[in-house]
């Protein structure tokens, strides 16, 4: 589902990622962890089409992704879901409507979407606040809302960078408890986190990133 070949990515002078190699399967739950600025939200980058490798190439579902022409670019994304730490959730929106917006960018007819939008709103606990504006629920239920928008256009890749980073214990492991229910059910989900509570013993796969490479591959 995701590959990675002969990767290497340069920023200035520094070097991020040399000649990395990587299969990731379809429907794997994969955490990527390393210190700071060990490259892991580069490589969701590269996955995305937001960086492109300076050499080697990037594929998405057989697709070389990393040369993509720029109007290509927005197909591909239909078929990733992005869950960021900062939420980037529009405060001047429901939570319904911040939903709604994902199946609107990719051509949905605003009265299409109602059905699918509160299916997913149920799915993640959150069809009751479907009217409040984010800015009024806690750190976990916008994270929610984040998560509920990258499902809604039913993607085959999620990519999350430090989905857990902002919330407390009991939080973190409810959006957890929802990106494994999301991975068993087919999609590749792609976590990029600092935290060791969430892969410790998850019995999921580990890619330990630093000095430029993959340096370490196992299990949780």
Not at 97 to 104: F, G, K, R, T
């Amino acid at each position: 589902m995701i590959v990675l070949s002969d990767v290497t990515k340069n920023f200035d002078k520094k070097r991020v990622f040399h000649d990395v190699c990587l299969i990731i399967k379809k429907g794997e739950l994969v955490f990527l962890t390393g210190p700071s600025g060990a490259g892991k939200t580069t490589m969701l980058k590269l996955v995305y089409c937001f960086e492109r490798p300076d050499s080697g190439k990037v594929f998405v579902d057989d697709v070389e992704v990393s040369t993509l022409k720029q109007k290509n670019i927005p197909q591909l994304r239909r078929d990733i879901g992005i869950v960021f730490q900062d939420f980037r959730l529009f405060s001047d929106k429901t939570v319904y409507d911040n939903v709604a917006v994902a199946l609107q960018f990719n051509g949905m007819h605003p009265q299409k979407t109602r059905g699918y939008v509160n299916e997913i709103l149920e799915k993640v606990g959150l069809l009751k606040t479907a009217k409040y504006f984010p800015q009024y629920l806690s750190g976990g239920e916008q994270q929610r809302i984040v998560i509920a928008r990258a499902m809604v256009t039913k993607p085959k890749v999620i990519l999350a960078d430090e989905p857990t980073g902002n919330l407390d214990e009991a939080n973190a492991e409810s959006i957890m408890y929802l990106l494994n229910e999301i991975s068993e059910k087919g999609t590749t989900v792609l976590i990029a986190t600092h935290n060791k509570d969430i892969y410790q013993g998850s019995g999921h796969r580990v890619l330990h990133l630093e000095n430029s490479i993959i340096e370490r591959d196992y299990i949780g």
